[in-house]
Every structure is written in structure tokens, then in C-alpha cells.
């Protein structure tokens, strides 16, 4: 059975750099089945911090969800993410699936409108 996500990426370190190796890692595991624009953001419950380069992709999997979610760990720390970049830290890469075969399964959705446009841009392929 073949699975597709919509998988939400973001950086505030080197983001245009650190988006780019993101998404090549994704393409060397994955069929990329479209990517959105990336837009710049305001960190979320962040002082002080560089803005957030964020964007979508879509892919299509044999991975089942668990799978994909450790596959997706992987690959960020592969993109040079280490373990104290959890919460509201700045990050090398974050990589979170929002929608699972359609359905929107992640609260990032609703809550952040960058989000929501940028995971429409690429549900609309």
C-alpha cells in the first residue's frame, strides 16, 4: 500500500540551506510528489529569535505512519538536528507531519495560518 504525507519543514538556522539538504535527504527516501513556496515567519513563543523559514512538501510512502514518523527523526537528525532543539528552540530542521493520506492529523494546522497555506498548496496537487 502506497501512503502520502504532507510534511510541514522548518529551519531558523541557515534555513535556506538547511531546507534545501532537508529536502534532498527526502528525495533520496521518498517520491516527492510536490513541494509549496517557503515563506519567512515570526518564531512561535520565541524571544529574540531569527525568523523561520517554513514549507511543504508531499510525498508518497510504502512507510506505514510509525515508521515514517522515526524515518522522518532520522532524516532530521541526518540534516544536522540534535535532541536539545526539542520545544521552542531554534532549529537546524523540523520536520512534522500534518496531513496523513488527506486528513489533517496535526494541531499546527489550525493553529498556524503559515501552516495551513502552505500544507493547502501542496493537498491541492
Not at 4 to 14: T, Y
Not at 35 to 57: D, H, Y
Not at 86 to 93: T, Y
Amino acid at each position: 500500500m502506497t501512503n502520502r504525507a504532507a510534511l510541514e519543514l522548518g529551519s531558523n538556522i541557515d534555513p535556506e540551506n538547511n531546507t534545501k539538504k532537508a529536502i534532498d535527504i527526502l528525495a533520496a527516501e521518498f517520491m516527492i510528489l510536490g513541494k509549496s513556496e517557503f515563506i519567512l515567519t515570526e518564531p512561535v513563543g520565541m524571544k529574540n529569535a531569527p525568523e523561520f523559514l517554513n514549507g511543504a512538501v508531499l510525498i508518497e510512502t510504502k512507510l506505514d505512519y510509525s515508521e515514517l514518523k522515526t524515518k522522518l527523526k532520522s532524516i532530521e537528525f541526518s540534516a544536522g538536528r540534535t535532541d536539545s532543539q526539542s520545544g521552542s528552540k531554534n532549529r537546524i530542521i523540523d520536520i512534522d507531519i500534518i496531513a496523513w493520506n488527506g486528513e489533517i492529523i496535526h494541531k499546527d494546522y489550525d493553529e498556524r495560518d503559515f501552516v495551513k497555506k502552505t500544507i493547502d498548496e501542496v493537498l491541492s496537487i
